[in-house]
């Protein structure tokens, strides 16, 4: 079986937030990267146009929910819209950061689940199966009614950390906060490391209060790689991080997922002079202003592709897929 | 039967496009405006919470799709889905202003007929009904699957004008393009004038031309009511106009019902000094800034609350309804 | 790539409307019309049975809504749904003349927009995609859930004409009306001829009135070609006939798609001596009686097969496709 | 609890297949019969307005599928989608005649199973609730998703047959083949006479033929009561009542819900001399010169009414109801 | 064309009902049973995992709907779940026996028409195609709104008989009520013997009465076939063969579809010395203990592998078909 | 405003799981439970009728997915569909128990989201509404497309823990693992005491590992209150209680919303002397025999019954609600 997609049976678009990675995609599977024309009427209404005939193609269309979310999310409804009335075979929605994965309950009365709301309009507007990764909870995975495949950036990372040869007696893998322990654990695991997890209790949208006691777990160790899935403004891994170097940690290697930046975030960042790595991917386009010298930005390019690969020859996407983190935590320990 | 709705049987909610007309509505049917919470997360996700139980309740929902259409839109679908899923007895979307109207067929290869995209995404939301005012063509009526009420602002028109006591002798109404024609010649017979119909050939999204040609029409009159569905950049009336002073006519009443006035609108408007009388609605919203001595802004709060009145006590909307805008054409000639 | 269909992947069928239309499609495809058995239960009930297994293939049923419509329209949802429960794998309705495209506005109180009510019953009655020639109204285009391709018989009108060599000095395109304008000032440009365009005033379903506005229009003319969508009972063209011979034309080509030819039609059409050319298609079976020595009626099968054979090798449509007929209208100009 | 229901709540309407039993339901219930204007457009499409506004209330529109059936199926469809459109609360088809029952099941390859693609579109076309009467198999309940209430003619026959004060020792129910043997046991039961069962065999849609061994089962009686749901052709009722004379019985009442009389239905019904009563309903309308003088029809309208009555007051519609005929049936037995 | 499936394109499942039929038909088609891991939870909830990846495959899932019928439903609905879940093309339901055929009508107020909600149930879990055998009515054919595929095993039967050379003067068949009359008169034409019909009277779920009447028909002959679609706890056969005993056979081939043999029906059959052959299909699973001596199951297998052989190779299923059993009955008689 | 239902406007009927909270729940609302029939056709299909007519009524399906679970969650959904098919105006699910909430994720691949997939299934078999009660995840909410009420027990915990007035110097709320510290924390909050949160990691379905941490968290405390969701075989708790004895814990109230008591768990409760309460509700009915001596089993009837009044009576249900357990988090600490 050649590995190669037959350039004639697939058509890929983009949308206007992350074209680089649409466009590492396409490098990596060998085909090209079908133009979109955009433009606004003066009444601010958006219009889109495909480029090219997706007449019984499989079509993938890649757009982050990335600011403007609103503006990226309608483009996309609108593309899928489009792919499914001139007559697409398939018609995938590869959302590299679905923004609204957070908005995952109902944690107040007579507000929206959004993420389950999304997942409907992407079904409604044409969407035949959706790719993604790394959901802020498994569970929204279950919003969705189409065949959906959370990726995870996990591998790159383990890749990464292996290179690094990092000294496996005081290095410590940090997991912020209880949702993200699994998935760290994980990590820790393939790295052969050890994990602390800490509470987080978020105060508000934008402040978050880290429990020192996760502070008492590293103690005795050097190096943290915090873990996380997202950075918006920063505020919680700032915290984190102040918690490590008062008990005793001197480097910080930072990971995460989706790497937004926003705010004071980038300020943050580099006001913690232990912090030696921030380790992200391109899931969210991250402009050339915010990457700090000790940034490295791994691009998810090769996992999405690989996952459409596997797709077009029908292979199984286990490897690439998250499942809920849950495997294999048992017999990861925090033992110093 | 009372003429006031059982307040306890109603709940009113504003998105953020146009809360002063919801207000108005809301006390023209002498019920309060319910609150709505809007935020934002630092990841730009809208964040919205209706401030009042809906549980059993009929509940509108006012949002024109106004700049920044795509956060209206959102925050409209989020209220729709909120009021559905907390159990609400009917869910009406209130849209003044539907901007995406004039996105209604597939005037290119492979574009979006977003117009009837944004209708489904209304349904699957959760809107059991819609109401909404002077759609750009009333074929778009038909893209809603939901029972669904385009209503006018026709009689506001005809009852500012009549109150005039314009000149029947001298004064002729002109429909730019054909589009507007039948509208136009509605307007016309019930204030009794003549009609003039152009034929404006659209150039780009923001140039047009006027057809010449309906300049000869009003030749010998002296007055023109200049009758459009809505005005964005204002190209097209500033032509029209200047036809118009170019064939004698030497004073302009411009009439249009969603008076977006974007761009250089305001300025070309006020350039020309034949322009006496500027009528509008609040079917968008139109800043302090924006409003030229000449302008005059008729509240559709009225027909809104007459409908939602009827709408309650079950009495037939005929009468505020357009219906194409089919009937009675005949007769209407332009015969100075 | 070969130009030909694989037999075993698709399977046409024909209603008892135009089987002539479904043959001629199927010849100039190489493939086989299959057999369809039509009968009537003596209590009145239609009965359908298709000829051959179409397990797994592209279905491709032809049916024009002519009169008796609606026994046309039920034998067609039959047989989509035969289609369906017998496993084909694509269900094409194949319209040449969707007849209720006319219905496509709610014009008055309770009545139904029938338009967006049969293409709900074709999907419900499963089929996949759609392919019908000139709706009436573009934004029909928008009631279809389903990929639809409303084609266009313009090009057998272009190449017809272009073969006439009409004298480009003296000749002239008249659009009866503004609905048609667009269509008929593409149609014009292709030709390279001049264009008029008269306002249609519909007084009933079988009576209406044209402005004389557009004579003025081609005075200096002497070949008129009056171009149209449709002829029903002829009382539209036979007006704006006679205006062109008030105001000087001696020689009328009249061109239309759908040549139903009810009621008076023939006898209004061969009174009308100016009249040397009829050019219409066989989209509507015409039958002996109603051909007019001077009628030419061109066979849309070669349309309807290139569509057919694009979408088979997943080429794209554009160049037979109406797209509302917008584009390119700009230069267009009536300028004797 | 009164016994009207408030005119206010309800509409009713009649399509054109049979007005005189809407009229007569209305007139059961006391309230008016909407008015419905039907015309049809010069192309042979249907047009249809209703009359009164719907809004926010329950409608019931009547409409047997009698010949033409495509035509009365396609006004109820479009009356549906109107009541829908124009904002009703519930919207009930009421089909006394539903033809397309017969069409249950696929007795050959690539067929059709009607009556569920009928029963699909009637939802589709925006009926919430179905009330009719005696389907052919009782399984084409099951066929609808919605609310839906087979009524039964039967207690109108008991009512008719217990007046006639009949000899019970010589009067046998004859069920001419085993379809309609429940129904007519439930029947003969309810009478107290005893039940013989014929072995119908059909031929064709036209052609039936009997066996012959119902014929020893009525040896000894003088008095047959055929017992059938529907009269087509009556070829096969003439068949069994030919049996019947042949065996001996010389007085016979042929009973149907359903008296289409079509083809020579009449001629043959009149030639046997023995038949003294005919007794049927008015679920199709029977022209006068189709009714014989040994013919008696009674009306469905007050189980209709009463059945739309108890809906309205929320009553259970057991008694009127058909319940596959399944109860009961022990201890009928032919033992004269 | 090859006879044999693309192993690469196909998935085959099994529930825990009747794995063997499972490996069976694999076993006709060459391919391998695919692995399905089954658990439950210590709360009884049900865990099931697919064993290989199914993403663009046609997946087929194999399951009787036999006690524990509702474990046996979900663990299906699951394994459709999981499939569409999975990104496969199609999602087969193979399901030989569908128990809740019979629950096909209301036969009392406030029951639930079965048959239909689990016809239903199958496509909200997934299934794109349904495949099933001898359903107790043609009718429920029509609750699946997917292509569904009713076989039968007549073919089976045919064989079985031909091959045993009975004696066509005094061997009858024998259908016991009229429900199976169609059906066993298909199978007495082709094994070209004469039928008797009884009629069978449901007194309640676990008793049946036979109608003497049928005694009379079989009166000359010596060996009886009672042809029936079910035999639950073997009541009304053992009723049938007492009355044919009494009316003089000496011999009695039963046939039966599903021979579910509950409750004492093995009991009740042993008891019966005149039963010289019990003839039987695999779509139920029975066990060793329940094989008498006298009976013999005939594999389906090679059936239900036919079909899926002809749905791939896309070949018509019409002689696997029942077809509601009602073709060619003309001409069978009962004529000793 | 009464506080009493009016009993012709609603039915109840209960399922087999938990006929006793039914029956609360009617008793706290002053109306009748209405009769449902059950029972199981000899081919284990099951059979149900609801005993009265539910005709425009809101009708209300009490049922925990308690063992049999597929028997019970059948039983529902067949409940649902009579209930939709005769025609009631709302039909709300009350689920007390939702054991496929614990299926809310893909941890492998090729698994259902089997809590999505019910959710679905409820909706199809015609659920317009459902309550339930502490889901495991707040997320599963989002699984529902219905108006979906998620109740707590936490007001009667609260109430009955305010009653035993413990000492709040030495009483520590233990959260078992980090998925129910939101819950706990909001319980600790409202009942004024601190709060320890432990890691449980779960080894299989019925084996689990707590972390050892939590231990010291809870060091200084006499007496502990393990705050949990579900008690299935006890592992959990018992290792919880263990490691609180170990740690100096003398007394240890345990505390958990549904109570399913499986396997050993009686037995491991009653084998820790410690355990001084057990306190749970009644939304798994308990036997008698599980029934410990220190078991206290708080009734969630009134809970629901509120829950059902205030739906009734349209108004808010926010105090009754989960909402995600996140409010108020802050300020929570373990502090002695």
Redesign the interface.
């Known amino acids: 079986m050649s590995d190669f997609l037959n350039r ?1 049976d697939v058509r890929f678009f983009s949308g206007r937030s992350n074209p680089d990675l649409a466009a590492g995609i396409c490098a990596q599977l060998s085909v090209p990267l079908d133009q979109t024309y955009f ?1 606004r ?17 499989d079509v993938y269309i890649v757009q982050s929910l ?6 990226h ?2 483009e996309l ?3 899928l ?2 792919a ?4 697409a075979r398939e018609v995938h929605a590869v959302i590299p950061y679905f ?2 994965a ?16 999304i997942a ?2 992407l079904q ?2 044409g969407a035949t ?1 959706v790719m993604t990764m790394t959901l802020h ?7 969705f ?1 189409l ?2 495949d959370p990726l995870t950036a996990r591998g790159l990372f383990v890749d990464y950390i292996r290179e690094k040869q990092l000294d496996r007696c005081n290095t410590v893998v940090v997991a912020p906060d ?2 993200i ?1 699994k998935a760290a654990a994980k990590f820790a695991e393939r790295v052969g490391l050890p994990l602390a ?1 800490g ?1 987080k ?3 508000s ?2 402040s978050v ?1 880290v429990n020192d006691l996760v502070g008492r777990q590293v103690e005795g160790f050097q190096h943290a790689i915090v873990y996380d899935d ?1 950075i ?2 920063g505020g919680s891994v700032d915290e984190v991080c102040q918690i490590m170097v008062k008990h005793g940690i001197t480097e910080i290697t930072v990971i995460c997922t989706h790497g ?1 930046f ?2 004071r975030a980038v300020e943050r960042l580099s006001s913690i002079p232990e912090i030696v790595d921030i380790v992200t991917t391109d899931t969210v386009a991250i402009p050339q202003e915010k990457r700090l010298p000790n940034m490295t930005v791994l691009s998810v390019a090769t996992v999405f592709a690989d996952a459409i690969r ?2 077009y020859f ?5 490897d690439l ?1 998250t ?2 983190e ?2 294999e ?2 017999g ?1 320990q925090c033992a110093p």
């Open positions: 004639n433009s009427f003066s009444n601010d209404n958006l219009h889109v146009q495909l480029g090219t005939s997706v007449r019984g193609r990335t600011p403007p979310v609103s503006d999310l309608l409804l609108m593309m819209d489009i499914r009335g001139a007559a923004s609204y957070r908005s995952d309950k109902k944690d107040a009365p007579r507000v929206s689940i959004t993420a389950r709301l409907d309009l409604t507007s199966q909870s498994p569970q929204v995975h279950g919003f009614s065949p959906t209880a949702g322990a997890v509470n209790i978020r105060l949208d934008t209060s997202e918006a403004t937004l926003l705010g596997r797709n029908r292979l199984s996407l286990g897929f499942y809920g849950d495997v935590v048992t990861v």
